[in-house]
């Protein structure tokens, strides 16, 4: 079985959607770093953001936060019990109630 055929259009509409996704999500990041976004807003966002943030990296979350870089954030995660490879959208019940203590979110 081969890849099977997209059309030039079909594949340039998804790129597009992709790189959109994309910018989104760093804007989403540097918008935590500046202040201007607090953790409760990415797990209470409305329609439109859920999308968008549900696939960034919760990794990339903690690390968006002032004061805390690679090392920090995959020891916090560690502590949690969640792994760095999860998105947003991966993580259960239980991990985001444990997150959500762990930071202060309610």
Not at 50 to 75: F, Q, R
């Amino acid at each position: 079985m081969g890849v099977p055929f997209i059309s030039k259009e079909k594949r340039d509409e998804s790129l597009k959607k992709a790189r959109y996704y994309k910018i989104q999500r760093s804007e989403i990041k540097q918008s935590i770093k500046n202040g201007h976004m607090c953790l409760s807003d990415v797990f209470e966002s409305d329609e439109k953001l859920k999308d968008i943030v549900a696939n960034i990296k919760i990794v990339d979350i903690v690390k968006s936060l002032p004061g805390i870089g690679e090392v920090k954030a995959k020891k916090i995660l560690k502590n949690l019990s969640i792994s760095d490879k999860k998105t947003l959208k991966g993580l259960g019940e239980k991990q985001k109630e444990n997150f959500k203590k762990y930071f202060g979110i309610k």
